[in-house]
Each structure stands twice: as structure tokens, then as C-alpha cells.
């Protein structure tokens, strides 16, 4: 019974926020994202809700759920003719280039505590954690050496960092990344469409056509998608890489069928998806049980290269004119990885930013390993 109310809780609580701001402004201008995941930090920090559920199991479970679901949803409400393959390329070299710059002067300033190669280990890892994800990482891992101890630590310290990341993107990405860069016109006149009161289409009667057949779509996309990625994986879980690249493609291919190109519930449903994902992510956030204890090196090496590659990212944007929304996209979907995008797109009210973020994440995941071990190979030799 408490499983069900928990459950109620997940799911009913973004559908209440959501519907809410079409009444009160100030939601919509704050983000629901954000009051989601101020709840659920509070709650999952200042009570045992979820131990007194049992709910850990079911968060975890709907989280994993959402984004599979959202992916293919958001990406057949976008309008894909305005992709644009130069954009992408141009933000995934700069955010490559930003990552790998802030590794090696990191290597420079936080080794002295470790010999050269074994901090040499420590970085192939960042560098395959940060340019690729968490499937690039276990390859690395393997490839150079790196003891059981010090992948616990920098695994450890990711959680810690990222999340601290995620906080900043969600709270005062847009304003900074809006500020500092270019923002493209195409952002410009949605949001002055998206000032008018916002309709949710999935709950909406009107619509429970439109809303079935794509629903109908998204399952049938996710089922195959995840299917196929079990069984080309080679340990436990399906194989992420091959999973967003299926979920990605049928999804672009059904978006150019003309029946749904003409209905408007598919985005507002995947939106719905992405705020639930980041409300269980903020329920399962238990500071408490955090491990701060550790090499420290690890941790500072780890802020340096987020914080500090995207500085750096920012700064060659500039140079090659890349707009903000797309430089806050490719870095949310280097750092935490591709299934963070939708987020992005969500916070911006920008939909054009989902394809380009989404593909420089999986050029990521395809270079991570070779770049990851290059890196190991050239500092071990320092």
C-alpha cells in the first residue's frame, strides 16, 4: 500500500506542477524542474520516506523507465529539418577539445601525490568518464589497469561533482550560458510563444487520439530498442550505447511520417517523462550517505575538469559562434550523458537543441575509449 501512495507521489506530483503553471506564472518562469528537484532533495534528506516506502527499488525502477520513454517522445515532436550536422560537429570538437585541455593540466597540478603512471590511470578514466560515460569508463578501466580502489574513487567523486553540475544547470544554466553566448532566433520566438498558457496535451481529452497513437509508437521504439541492446550487451544491462542509438534513430525516422508530424502531444509527453526522471533522481539523492572520504586529489582533478572544460567550452564558442543553447546542451550531454538532453531542451523551451546534444553524446561514447587510452598512453610516458 505504501508502494502505491509512493507511486502516486512520483508520478502525480510533476503532473500537479505541470498543471499548475499554466495557472501560476511564477512556476512556469521558475520551472517545474526546479521545484521538482527541490522537493525531492528535501524529502529524500530530511525524511525516511522512502526507506519507510521501501521505495528505492521503485524509484530506481521509474527513473530507468522515463528516459527511454521520454528520448523518442520529445524527439517526434521536433522539428528535424532544422538540424543542423555543422552545429553538432562544431560543439562536439570544441566541448572534446575543452575536456582534454582541462585533463592534462590537470594531470600537471594534482599528481604529486601519485606516481605518473597511476595518475595517469586516473586520468584515462576522467577522460573516457567525461568525453564518453559510464559505458566508456568500465573499458578503460580494463584497458589501462586502474586498481578496484581507485575506481571506487573516482566514481564516487563523479556522483558527488555531477551532481553539483546538474544543480548549476538546472538553477542557472540557462541564464549563463543565454548571457555569455548567442542566443539563436529560433529560441527568441518560441519563447514568446510558449507566453501564452501552456496546454497539456497527453491528459488532455481533445487529444486522446493523438496521444494513444504516440504512446502506442514510444513503447513499440522502446521495447525493440531495449531488446536489442540486451542481447548485443556483453555483461549485466543493455548496452546504453547501442539503446539511445536505436531509440534515437526509429524515432527520427517515425518523425517524418506525416500523421505524426501533425499531432502536438508528443513533445508535451515527453516532457512530462524528463521531469519525472529528474524527480526520482532527486528522491535517490541521500547527501547523508555520500563517502567524502578518499584522496582528495581525485575529487579536486574531477571539479577541475568539469568546472574547468567548461569554462573553457564557453570560451571557444565564442571563437567559433556557437549559441549558448547548444553549448549547454553538448556539455550536459558530455558530462552526465546523452539522456540528460531532454532536460536540456525542457529548461530552454528549445526543442532545436535535442538532436545536436543527443549526437554529440554518442560521438562521445564512440571516441571515448580510443581517447581514453591515447591520453594514458602519452602522461604514463611523463
Known amino acids: ?187 527568441t520566438e518560441s519563447a514568446v510563444q510558449t507566453d501564452a498558457p501552456k496546454v497539456i496535451f497527453p491528459f488532455d481529452r481533445s487529444h486522446w487520439k493523438q496521444s494513444l497513437m504516440v504512446i502506442i509508437l514510444t513503447l513499440i521504439i522502446a521495447a525493440i530498442s531495449y531488446t536489442i541492446a540486451l542481447l548485443v550487451s556483453s555483461g549485466d544491462g543493455p548496452n546504453m550505447t547501442v539503446l539511445i542509438l536505436l531509440l534515437t534513430t526509429m524515432a527520427i525516422a517515425i518523425s517524418f511520417w506525416k500523421p505524426i508530424q501533425k499531432q502536438e502531444s508528443s513533445f508535451d509527453m515527453g516532457l512530462y517523462c524528463v521531469y519525472v526522471f529528474c524527480f526520482t533522481i532527486a528522491n535517490g539523492c541521500n547527501v547523508r550517505q555520500m563517502d567524502f572520504m578518499g584522496s582528495l586529489d581525485i575529487l579536486w582533478l574531477i571539479v577541475f575538469v ?23 546542451a553538448s556539455s550536459v550531454s558530455l558530462i552526465n550523458s546523452p539522456p540528460f538532453v531532454p532536460m536540456v531542451a525542457a529548461l530552454l523551451n528549445n526543442k532545436d537543441v535535442m538532436m545536436t546534444g543527443i549526437c554529440v553524446g554518442l560521438l562521445g561514447y564512440m571516441v571515448g575509449n580510443y581517447i581514453g587510452i591515447g591520453i594514458f598512453v602519452i602522461l604514463s610516458q611523463i
Open 1 to 187: 500500500m505504501l508502494k502505491v501512495f509512493f507511486l502516486i507521489y512520483l508520478l502525480g506530483t510533476p503532473l500537479l506542477l505541470m498543471n499548475l503553471s499554466r495557472r501560476w506564472r511564477w512556476i512556469d518562469k521558475v520551472s517545474p524542474m526546479t521545484l521538482l528537484y527541490i522537493i525531492g532533495l528535501l524529502i529524500a534528506n530530511t525524511t525516511p520516506f522512502l526507506k519507510l516506502c521501501d521505495a528505492e527499488a521503485l524509484n530506481l525502477l521509474i527513473g530507468n523507465v522515463s528516459v527511454p520513454l521520454a528520448l523518442p517522445l520529445m524527439l517526434m515532436g521536433c522539428n528535424l529539418s532544422q538540424w543542423s550536422t555543422g552545429k553538432a560537429t562544431r560543439a562536439f570538437l570544441t566541448g572534446l577539445s575543452a575536456v582534454l585541455i582541462a585533463i592534462v593540466a590537470g594531470f600537471f597540478l594534482f599528481r604529486h601525490n601519485y606516481e605518473s603512471h597511476e595518475f595517469a590511470q586516473i586520468c584515462a578514466v576522467v577522460t573516457g568518464l567525461y568525453t564518453g560515460g559510464i559505458p566508456n569508463i568500465a573499458a578503460i578501466a580494463k584497458g589501462v589497469r586502474i586498481s578496484d580502489e581507485l575506481y571506487l574513487y573516482i566514481t564516487s567523486y563523479d556522483l558527488i561533482v555531477t551532481g553539483m553540475y546538474l544543480v548549476f544547470i538546472i538553477f542557472f544554466g540557462k541564464k549563463v550560458f543565454r548571457t555569455l553566448l548567442p542566443t539563436p532566433k529560433a529560441t
Open 306 to 328: 568539469i568546472f574547468g572544460s567548461l569554462l573553457l567550452q564557453i570560451v571557444l564558442a565564442k571563437l567559433f559562434k556557437i549559441d549558448g543553447d547548444t553549448v549547454m
